[in-house]
């Protein structure tokens, strides 16, 4: 009987940890979601607001019209090829730890640590955005260059904890468990639909 409580105990308080966590990454995942959507809503009202804008004045805002619709094109199909990746590994499972622990890294990596054909294929739309970018910044302005520069330069060099110099994925996947990539992929969308925003509010300032 005495021998029994500690054992109960401790079933217990290990059920409530591993609650807390499941609850806990849930909560951090949802957040991330719900801001996702919250972004899209905003992103499409104000690419309508300025569709309407643009008819009438046509001929002032025809550039800055085609650049919009690039952004939101090349925009869209980094963040929806991430939707499809989340899709298929299936976030839930992620969640609740029903999968193998390394298979979201075999997914986006090789064994040897290079990029699998999924990673290589999320590289090329990142550094579409990331060209386009550049090409759609037709003021210069310095803060969408340095989001630009922070956020989808594949090119660009990093460091590491221990200050080992590491690539734009490693650095980008530094948490390789199913939930670190699952939530970093979340970020990168993030990423992108707050740099669509950045530059909405630029051209609608205008």
């Given at each position: 009987?005495?021998?029994?409580?500690?054992?109960?105990?401790f079933?217990?308080?290990?059920?409530?940890?591993?609650?807390?966590?499941?609850?806990?990454?849930?909560?951090?995942?949802?957040?991330?979601?719900?801001?996702?959507?919250?972004?899209?809503?905003?992103?499409?009202a104000?690419?309508?607001?300025?569709?309407?804008?643009?008819?009438?004045?046509?001929?002032?805002?025809?550039?800055?019209?085609?650049?919009?619709s690039?952004?939101?094109?090349?925009?869209?199909?980094?963040?929806?090829?991430?939707?499809?990746?989340?899709?298929?590994?299936?976030?839930?499972?992620?969640?609740?730890?029903?999968?193998?622990?390394?298979?979201?890294?075999?997914?986006?990596?090789?064994?040897?640590?290079?990029?699998?054909?999924?990673?290589?294929?999320?590289?090329?739309?990142v550094?579409?955005?990331?060209?386009?970018?550049k090409?759609?910044?037709?003021?210069?302005?310095?803060?969408?260059?340095?989001?630009?520069?922070?956020?989808?330069?594949?090119?660009?060099e990093?460091?590491?904890?221990?200050?080992?110099?590491?690539?734009?994925?490693?650095?980008l996947f530094?948490?390789?468990?199913?939930?670190?990539?699952?939530?970093?992929?979340?970020?990168?969308?993030?990423?992108?639909?707050?740099?669509?925003?950045l530059?909405?509010?630029?051209?609608?300032?205008?």
């Open positions: 009987m005495y021998l029994r409580f500690p054992l109960v105990v079933l217990l308080l290990s059920f409530v940890v591993d609650a807390q966590y499941n609850f806990s990454s849930n909560t951090a995942h949802l957040s991330i979601i719900q801001s996702i959507q919250v972004s899209n809503d905003v992103i499409k104000r690419t309508l607001e300025f569709e309407k804008k643009a008819e009438n004045k046509p001929l002032m805002f025809l550039d800055l019209k085609q650049k919009m690039e952004l939101n094109r090349v925009s869209n199909s980094v963040s929806d090829y991430i939707d499809a990746v989340q899709k298929e590994v299936e976030s839930e499972r992620v969640l609740y730890e029903l999968i193998e622990d390394d298979f979201y890294e075999n997914l986006m990596f090789t064994a040897d640590g290079a990029l699998s054909d999924k990673g290589l294929i999320l590289k090329v739309k550094d579409s955005l990331f060209q386009l970018t090409e759609i910044n037709i003021h210069n302005l310095t803060h969408l260059d340095e989001f630009a520069n922070i956020h989808f330069n594949t090119n660009e990093y460091y590491d904890a221990q200050e080992n110099k590491v690539d734009y994925f490693e650095h530094y948490d390789k468990t199913n939930y670190g990539i699952m939530m970093m992929m979340n970020y990168l969308m993030m990423d992108v639909k707050t740099f669509q925003l530059y909405f509010g630029t051209i609608m300032s205008y």
